[in-house]
């Protein structure tokens, strides 16, 4: 029987962080594990129980992604289980920087103090890592006023106990893959969270219903629909002039000063949160920045993972994607792959794709199925991305 995972201590990181020449693959403190692997525009690594791919499109990648397993809380010994999160920023990179090194430290920390995993503490760990690069705003954004045009799309998924916990703020999407059919080996997508993007009928309805007397709102531009004519999504981590009205002057740039006053955040960084109670015909989670659902379909990502090896399967994702993204721009794959970063971004935005295989009884098992290393104890894994393509 296959395992999801062995719930010993692992770190998968990826996306660009400063400094970095190359792939810091650690196992119990030791480097040299192989594994990550760059290819032009390409991050990819796969683990068995997970495969991981990325591209990058504009001249600067903006998203950061990362798999853990281990103890959930702040005793190392505590309950076990595994965390994927998909960080899709916009105006920078520094929001998907500070949420990788910080939400994952705030969810244990909170579930340490309500002695367990809830949608509750997925939900306070989105707040306070919100809260804290807000502070860090404050401190910055004489300096770098930019800083707060900053914001970054916010996924995470945890497996605890049986439990598949799911939290979004954005439009990254986490589908599930359900087996229906054993006998045609048929699966159905199920979607895990919402979509929180203006051109979504019901979110302009939510923004509509939370400001009455902002005629501006939402403001359809450019054939899309966006919030304050500016962004497309309702629900993120940083963006802080569309949280506090007082970073709404000189020096933040012309362009994304509030002429209109608010007196409360126009974005939300609460997520919307969804349990599901794994049983055997679940197999496998896609997590993945809109990058990819913009060219594939639910049932096409779904129907692409049952039907290939499990090994590259994020990559064969990412690839299918690219393929649809040029067929869209009327050039060919082999054309697309001569285009540099940057200049890509006209065709596909960055995408990043964590594909996350499970087996309902290795899910349901706690602290037992720690996964051991040859000396006995958790095994320890690091792998962070180069800090450039």
């Known amino acids: 029987m296959k395992k999801l995972v062995s719930f010993g201590k692992k770190l998968v990181s990826c996306g660009k962080k400063p400094a970095v020449q190359g792939d810091d693959d650690t196992v119990n ?14 991050w990819t690594r796969d683990e068995g129980v997970f495969s991981i791919a990325m591209i990058q499109a504009n001249a600067v990648l903006e998203d950061q992604c990362q798999v853990e397993s281990g103890s959930l809380n702040m005793d ?6 595994m965390f994927v999160g998909v960080y899709d920023g916009h105006a920078g990179p520094e929001a998907a920087w500070f949420i990788k090194d910080r939400l994952f430290e705030n969810l244990k920390k909170y579930a340490s103090e309500n002695a367990g995993m809830s949608e509750e503490v997925l939900r306070q760990a989105f707040l306070k890592t919100d809260e804290e690069f807000l502070l860090s705003v404050e401190r910055e954004w004489e300096n770098n006023p930019k800083i707060a045009s900053v914001g970054s799309c916010c996924l995470a998924g ?11 703020a954005g439009d990254s999407r986490a589908v599930l893959g359900k087996q229906v059919d054993k006998t045609e080996k048929a699966f159905m997508p199920v979607r ?6 203006a051109n979504d009928e019901s979110i302009r309805e939510e923004l509509i219903a939370l400001f009455p007397n902002d005629p501006n709102i939402v403001v359809f531009k450019q054939n899309i629909w966006r919030v304050r004519g500016l962004i ?3 629900r993120s981590i940083g963006d802080a002039y569309l ?6 002057k000189p020096p933040l740039p012309a362009k994304f000063i509030q002429s209109e006053p608010f007196s409360k955040p126009i974005l939300k960084a609460e997520p919307t949160t969804l349990v599901t109670k794994l049983v055997p015909e679940d197999q496998f989670v896609i997590f993945a920045s809109d990058g990819l659902w ?3 379909t639910d049932q096409q990502a779904i129907d692409l993972v049952k039907s290939s090896p499990r090994n590259g399967v994020a990559r064969k994702l990412v690839r299918a994607a690219l393929a649809e993204a040029a067929r869209k721009a009327g050039m060919s794959y082999s054309k697309l792959e001569t285009i540099e970063k940057g200049l890509r971004r006209n065709i596909h935005d960055d995408i990043t794709v964590v594909v996350l295989f499970l087996d309902c009884d290795s899910a349901s098992h706690t602290s037992s199925s720690a996964g051991q290393s040859s000396s006995g104890g958790p095994m320890t894994l690091s792998v962070k991305s180069p800090i450039s393509f």
């Open 29 to 42: 403190g030791q480097k040299g594990r192989p594994g990550a692997r760059v290819e032009g525009l390409w």
């Open 76 to 81: 190392e010994n505590g309950p076990r289980g």
């Open 158 to 168: 945890v497996v605890c106990n049986g439990m598949l916990y799911v939290a979004n």
């Open 192 to 197: 895990l969270s919402q979509d929180h993007n």
């Open 232 to 234: 497309q999504i309702s």
């Open 243 to 248: 949280k506090r009205f007082d970073f709404n």
């Open 294 to 296: 913009d060219h594939l």
